[in-house]
Each structure stands twice: as structure tokens, then as C-alpha cells.
């Protein structure tokens, strides 16, 4: 049951044999691949360039051009082109020779209508995987080129309201107009320069640890203050946002081996972005328990969702989920912000999952997100639990009681 | 009888458009603002303005260039294709490095192109000189 992974593909054949092409033709279109047979290199050369297929299959042992350089100029052609050699037993060691020149496996003869299928249907799922994965390289490298410009509107834009506001001031302060909202148009610059310095922290923070490391140092830190202690201190931005925080921590300690600060930054970025990233009257849900060796923390939100596509970006720098279309898609949505620039469109830095992502990484635990689009997200942390090293087992096992 | 000019103002930043907003009618424009493409294409309908000013908006897959492509070649805006618009934003990239092919740059080129922060003086001149021109033709 082999399978094209898209649609009819190609496979062109180049064997002397008539009786090889005849099998190996009927095989393929069996399988429901197009199939082209050619009698010898040259003329097989020339059908490949011309049919651009998703692979090729190459008696070794030909008279004229031989099944190596048949390989090698395929190669050339094409060097995404799939190359299955077909050999005699004689000949095994210039079909391994041939792989070396770039062919993707060999076939020894005489072989069953089985084996050719088996090898070519893995052939081509190399092929697709290979071409998924430039795909990405190419998605990864233009994301790159375009982070400088990203970089320069991120900061720029700010600067630029904050401007604006106190050239407008300046000119024209005297006027009633513009002297009547002198104490807001001030209010908003501070609001601004202080997402301003958020960002270029963030931004220094990740710089700083290109090539060293966040974790300082690796302590006892039990999470239980630091979460309760987070989603205390956002319980007014919570409110703002009409969304219900709560911390689930049934356990009397969850001590983990981490760099206090660290994990600090880790929660507070993952609370924020469940309390921004959520819907009035939503919730956040904060929990954790210990497992066999880790302590898993979740923070779960009620909020929009993050679609499938966006999950594998989700932990790049500069991406942020795009605001989902609503109502009032493209009019000033009118949410009441929280953080965000003056369009309220868009929150946050676009740095607090890298951020929080190369933390984790470096403390030695995992971090992976859940989400369904329209009912909401859950961000689940593994971080390695503190052994005590000198404390007795009962000891380690009254704490988790 | 002389009616004040007005400008419609298309951008995703509240605060841009509030110190815009203001410091134009204290120049004694007119002035009406959008936060986003759909809603400035709608004010425009609504208000027909002698000028836009048209923020890029970036973050939101340069809607300004939609945007702007939706008034000058769109049938359906085909009654306000003439509005000259001024685009603005506050990264110094011109349309002409964003768009390689010159079909596409035709599409996209504003009549003006401003960064932010805005020099004011140019600004106003800007604006003094494309809705002169306008009441003047009309």
C-alpha cells in the first residue's frame, strides 16, 4: 500500500534489461506513481532533466554511461532527486560506492515487487521530510532578515508617540485643547517609556546570555512563595483585565533545584501573558505537583488560543500570536489594554517565551504548551526537583505531604 | 463660506493619534481617526476627507499598503482614488526596498511618505499644501 505522499509523483527507471523496466514499471504504477522507463544513461539523463522526477532508479551495470555516472549527473540536475541503484551481487561494493556519490539506498538483484516499493516509498518520504525542513531554513532565515526592521519599528514606535506628545506639548501647551490633556498625554509617555524599558531589558537580557547563561546559580528554591508571590502581585492587573487568578498548590512545598530569580522571571512571564493573552472574565489557573523526580507547574488561561501554526513560533523571538480576527477586527479593538502599545493590538515584548524558554532549558527541565483556539492555552513547565542531599528520605517525603 | 479641511487619520497607535488629532484642530483641521484598516476605510465613506495620513502599521502585515491599495485601485473606492494620502511611519523604510517588483511598487507608492516622530512644521506644510490644491481645484 504505497502511497504517494502528494499526489502522482514521478519515477523515472534507466535499466538495459527490458525485462527489469517491464517489472519495475508495472511495480511503481501499481503503487500509483507515473512512471518512465529509459534503456540506457543518456538517454535516461535527458529524460530526467526533462521530467524532473521525484526519483530515479539505476541499474549499476549498464553498457554506454554506467549507473555511476548516471548518479553523479542526476546529482547535478537535481540533488533533491531520490537515487535508488539497482546491483548484482557482484557488484555491491560500487553500489555502496554509489552511495557514497549521493544515491539514497541500493537494491540488490534479483529482488521482490515488496522490496522495490519498500525503498522507494522511504526514498520519497526522505524527500518530503528534506524539503520540509529547507522550507523551514528558508521561513527561519527570512524571519532573520526581517527581525533588524522588526527590531528598529519595536523601538522606534514608542519613541516615536512619546515624541509627538511633548513636541505637540511644547508648541502648543498654551492652547486650552492641548493644556486640558497636558496631565494624560503625560501619563501615557511614562506608560510608554516604561514598556520601552521593559522591551530593551528583555532585549539585553537575551543579548547578555547569547553565549553565557541566565541561571546564575542552582539552590533550593521552593515554588510555592514564588508562585503565590506572582500571582499576588498581578492581582490588580488581573482585576483591570476582569480576569480571576488562582493558585492551586495543594502540596505544603515544591522545592526544586533552580536559580531563584530565574524562575521568578520564568512565572512572571508565563502569568502575564495567561492574564493578558485571556478574555474578561476569564480565568488563570496557576498548579502544581510533584512528579517522580520534577515538579510540573501549568498555567492554564481561558483565552482565544494559539493555532497550530503559530505553536511551533510560539518560542521564537519577536513572534507573538496575531490577535484573533474578532468583531472588531482592524477598528482599535477597544480591549481594555493592558500593557501593549497605543493599539492595543498587540501585547508584550515578543520576548518572554524565549526568554522563558532558554531558562527552562538551562535549569535542565522542559517546556511545552497545549492549546485549543477559541477555549484557551496551558503552559506546562518541568523543572528537576531538590534532592536533599544530607536530609533523610522521610524528611523528603513528610515535605511533599 | 469656507468649511475647515478634513484629515482622516489611519493608525494603531492611540497615542500617535491623539497628539495628531490635537495638533491638528489646533490648526484648525477637522480631523477624524481610525485605529485600523477596516474602520479607516469605513470613516472614509462616512466623511470623505480632503487628505489621510496612513500609518504603515506594521504589526499588522503592513495593513497601511492595503490600505492604501484598496482607495487608489479599488472599484469600490473608486469615488475617493483622488484623495492624496500621506503615508508615515517610524521606521525609515521606503516602499521601494519592501517592494522589489516595480507592477508592485506602483500599487503601494503614497503620494507622500513621512517618519515618525513627525517634524511638525513639514507636516503642517504638507498638509497646508495638498488640501490648498484640493479646494482650490474644486
Redesign the interface.
Known amino acids: 500500500v504505497t502511497e504517494a505522499p502528494e499526489g502522482r509523483e514521478r519515477i523515472v527507471v534507466i535499466d538495459d534489461d527490458y525485462a527489469m523496466r517491464l517489472s519495475c514499471r508495472q511495480i511503481l504504477a501499481r503503487s500509483g506513481f507515473e512512471v518512465e522507463t529509459f534503456e540506457d544513461g543518456t538517454q535516461g539523463l535527458v529524460g530526467v532533466a526533462a521530467l524532473k522526477p521525484s526519483l530515479v532508479v539505476v541499474d549499476l551495470k549498464m553498457p554506454g554511461l554506467s549507473g555511476m555516472d548516471v548518479v553523479r549527473r542526476v546529482r547535478d540536475i537535481d540533488p533533491e532527486i531520490v537515487l535508488v541503484v539497482i546491483t548484482g551481487y557482484a557488484t555491491i561494493g560500487t553500489a555502496v560506492e554509489a552511495m557514497k556519490s549521493g544515491a539514497y539506498d541500493f537494491l540488490p538483484k534479483p529482488f521482490k515487487p515488496e522490496e522495490l516499493r519498500l525503498i522507494v516509498a522511504r526514498g520519497l518520504e526522505r524527500r518530503h521530510l528534506h524539503r520540509k525542513t529547507r522550507q523551514l531554513e528558508v521561513e527561519r532565515e527570512l524571519m532573520r532578515r526581517r527581525f533588524i ?2 527590531m ?2 519595536q523601538l ?2 514608542p ?7 511633548l ?2 506639548l511644547q ?2 501647551g498654551d ?1 486650552p ?2 493644556a486640558g ?1 497636558r496631565a494624560e ?1 503625560l501619563e ?1 509617555c511614562l506608560v ?1 517609556t516604561g514598556q520601552l524599558r521593559e522591551l530593551i531589558d528583555d532585549w539585553l537580557l537575551l543579548a547578555k546570555s547569547e553565549g553565557s547563561t541566565l541561571v546564575a546559580r542552582r539552590e533550593r528554591v521552593d515554588l510555592r512563595p514564588v508562585l503565590e508571590g506572582v500571582v499576588a502581585s498581578y492581582e490588580g492587573r488581573a482585576g483591570g483585565a476582569g480576569v480571576s487568578v488562582s493558585a492551586e498548590l495543594p502540596a505544603a512545598e515544591y522545592p526544586v533545584l533552580a536559580d531563584r530569580n530565574c524562575v521568578m522571571v520564568l512565572f512572571d512571564n508565563l502569568i502575564t501573558n495567561a492574564i493578558d493573552y485571556n478574555r474578561r472574565g476569564g480565568q488563570v489557573r496557576v498548579s502544581a505537583r510533584a512528579e517522580p523526580g520534577e515538579v510540573v507547574v501549568e498555567v492554564a488561561d481561558t483565552g482565544p488560543g494559539i493555532p497550530a501554526e503559530a505553536v511551533e513560533l510560539l518560542f521564537e523571538e519577536f513572534f507573538r500570536v ?1 490577535p484573533a480576527a474578532t468583531p472588531g ?5 477597544g480591549n481594555a489594554g493592558v500593557g501593549g ?6 501585547r508584550g515584548t515578543g520576548l518572554g517565551l524565549p526568554i522563558c524558554k532558554r531558562i527552562v532549558a538551562e535549569l535542565g527541565g522542559g517546556i511545552e504548551v497545549e492549546s485549543e483556539v477559541g477555549s484557551g492555552s496551558t503552559f506546562r513547565v518541568h523543572l528537576p526537583a531538590y534532592r536533599e542531599e544530607s536530609g533523610s528520605r522521610e524528611e523528603a517525603e513528610t515535605s511533599w505531604a | 463660506m469656507e468649511t475647515r479641511p478634513t484629515v482622516l487619520v489611519i493608525d494603531d497607535d492611540a497615542d500617535f493619534r491623539s497628539s495628531v488629532q490635537a495638533l491638528l484642530e489646533g490648526e484648525g483641521y477637522a480631523v477624524e481617526v481610525a485605529g485600523g484598516g477596516r474602520d479607516g476605510l469605513r470613516k472614509l465613506r462616512e466623511h470623505r476627507p480632503d487628505v489621510i495620513v496612513l500609518d504603515i502599521m506594521m504589526e499588522s502585515i503592513v495593513e497601511g499598503y492595503v490600505v492604501n491599495q484598496a482607495i487608489k485601485f479599488q472599484p469600490d473606492f473608486e469615488a475617493y482614488a483622488d484623495i492624496p494620502i500621506v503615508m508615515v511611519s517610524s521606521i525609515e523604510e521606503s516602499p521601494d526596498e519592501r517592494f522589489s517588483r516595480a507592477s508592485e511598487l506602483e500599487l503601494v507608492r503614497p503620494n507622500r511618505y513621512l517618519t515618525k516622530p513627525l517634524d511638525i512644521p513639514l507636516f503642517l506644510e504638507v498638509l497646508a499644501k495638498v488640501t490648498r490644491r484640493r479646494s482650490a481645484a474644486t
Open positions: 526592521s522588526f528598529t519599528h522606534k514606535s519613541l516615536a508617540a512619546i515624541h509627538q506628545y513636541d505637540v508648541r502648543l492652547s485643547d492641548v490633556k498625554w501615557r510608554r496575531p477586527d482592524g477598528v482599535d479593538g502599545n497605543g493599539g492595543r493590538r498587540w
